[in-house]
């Protein structure tokens, strides 16, 4: 399994980096600031694509005679490279919303952003193994939304605000919905497994400041009650390679878990492509009241480095000193240590681009280091999409509640276990309607755990969904020399 997995990631990665310079659809950069002229700027540096950007900037200006919204932490990069919390997504990253703006000058005015995902799906887990662990059907509706607003202040400085709930307690219920081998939560003071929790109410209130040094540099601050803190890539909601995929990943508390947090506070520094932050956050894991607020406790920290070399490519690497995360082991501290590579690209016509991404997680307390990888894709050729995902990822038998089961009597010692899970999927936009999609789609998932877990699991079980999804339509990528859309444009 070890020699199939790194094979998987080798070819994925070759795939994915192969086209990743390539020439794509420029991108836009911030909206109105002041710019050197193209000229002065491709001299100080012609292989900038930052520099690259600003004359595209430029030049948009001068063709429409209006600015664009920009990023939500930075007057200088593009909106394109929004993500969850403070992480960067690609600035070639198409994306799916509403957006309403002034239709002349921006300067002291609010930009808004509306963006959403509703799935309405039946899912069947382990359905080829009959009365073996994990087998379960069920309907439900995962959701979110998601509303943006920005604001200049003075010649440099950018005010953000965040609003993200969720009616999953409503649409999913209150032990969540059935995941084969997922883990990390808890439910009525027990360990809730092969389940994915439910999102809270409140995901994300957060604010944001930042202050234009100069084109190349930034500070920011952000503050969220509940937020995210600088660890881990995006969220996988908020990932375009998962956009089409309902479930959360296996490795969702290896990676980005902490996506929900009640108490986070970010500063960070930007300069050109790169950029690094840290946090001070709370550890603890929201609670079983997905309707309420937990206290916040300021007790862990990371840091995360980001780089984007090219507007195709989003990497970063984090960390995180993580005090107390589950309840049931309050004792229990965790290190977690990530990495992460992402790629978008457009392929020449609008509705047409690749979303991929490559992810790993480690996870270190007691002396046991658990792993964790990903690698998934979304293809999308108009109103068709073809996505997948690949994971493979160790877990403690503790963490599958099966400690009785290899261990007859009381013992100090860890058993760990390997699962591999592959799943294919496929979708297609019936209708779209008011700047709004309505998809149908499909996926199958097959899932390889180690032969220990063959008597618990069954035969490599299947588990496959069908939904349908309504979503903002895409947003056209924005070109030099085409006029823009009116008040309202579509978003992710």
Request: hydrophobic share 35%; glycine share 8%.
């Amino acid at each position: 399994m070890i020699s199939i997995r790194k094979w998987v990631l080798v070819v994925f990665f070759i795939s994915t980096s192969g086209i990743a310079w390539a020439d794509g659809f420029p991108v836009d950069t911030s909206r109105k600031t002041r710019m050197p002229p193209a000229k002065k700027m491709m001299k100080q540096d012609s292989l900038d694509h930052a520099a690259m950007g600003h004359v595209m900037h430029n030049m948009m200006q001068m063709q429409q005679g209006m600015s664009m919204m920009s990023h939500l932490y930075s007057r200088n990069l593009p909106m394109n490279r929004n993500a969850s919390g403070t992480a960067w997504h690609p600035d070639q990253t198409p994306m799916y919303m509403y957006m309403f703006h002034p239709s002349q000058s921006m300067e002291n005015q609010w930009m808004t952003m509306l963006h959403y995902s509703v799935f309405l799906r039946h899912t069947n887990q382990n359905f080829n193994n009959p009365g073996k662990r994990g087998r379960a059907t069920q309907f439900d509706a995962p959701n979110y939304i998601m509303g943006m607003a920005q604001r200049q202040l003075g010649q440099r400085g950018l005010l953000a605000f965040k609003a993200m709930i969720s009616l999953d307690p409503l649409t999913v219920g209150n032990n969540g919905y059935p995941l084969l081998f997922q883990s990390g939560e808890t439910y009525k003071g027990q360990r809730l497994i092969d389940r994915q929790h439910q999102h809270d109410l409140f995901s994300e209130l957060s604010v944001g400041y930042s202050y234009a040094l100069s084109p190349h540099a930034d500070v920011f601050g952000y503050v969220g009650y509940p937020g995210e803190p600088a660890l881990g890539p995006p969220a996988f909601m908020h990932r375009l390679s998962s956009f089409n995929n309902p479930d959360s990943p296996l490795g969702h508390h290896w990676t980005d878990a902490t996506h929900i947090t009640f108490g986070v506070a970010t500063a960070g520094f930007r300069y050109k492509i790169a950029k690094l932050e840290v946090s001070n956050f709370t550890g603890r894991e929201p609670n079983e009241n997905r309707y309420g607020f937990d206290r916040p406790r300021f007790d862990s920290y990371s840091y995360r480095f980001s780089i984007n070399p090219s507007p195709t490519l989003a990497l970063q690497f984090s960390q995180g000193f993580i005090k107390s995360p589950e309840a049931l082991e309050a004792d229990h501290n965790v290190t977690r240590t990530t990495a992460s590579l992402l790629h978008s690209k457009p392929l020449g016509q609008p509705g047409r681009y690749v979303s991929s991404a490559l992810v790993w997680g480690l996870n270190s307390h007691d002396g046991v280091n658990e792993n964790a990888y990903l690698a998934e894709s979304s293809l999308q050729l108009g109103k068709t999409a073809l996505f997948g995902r690949y994971e493979n990822i160790t877990k403690s038998v503790d963490e599958l509640g099966l400690r009785d089961y290899f261990f007859t009597a009381p013992s100090d010692a860890t058993k760990l276990v390997n699962i591999n899970s592959l799943t294919l999927g496929l979708n297609y936009c019936l209708l779209q309607l008011a700047q709004t999609d309505l998809v149908v789609g499909a996926q199958l998932t097959g899932s390889f755990p180690d032969r220990d877990l063959e008597p618990i699991y069954g035969k490599n079980p299947l588990s496959g969904q069908i939904y349908l999804r309504i979503t903002p339509s895409l947003m056209p990528m924005m070109m030099p020399g085409k006029s823009m859309p009116g008040k309202s444009m579509n978003h992710h």
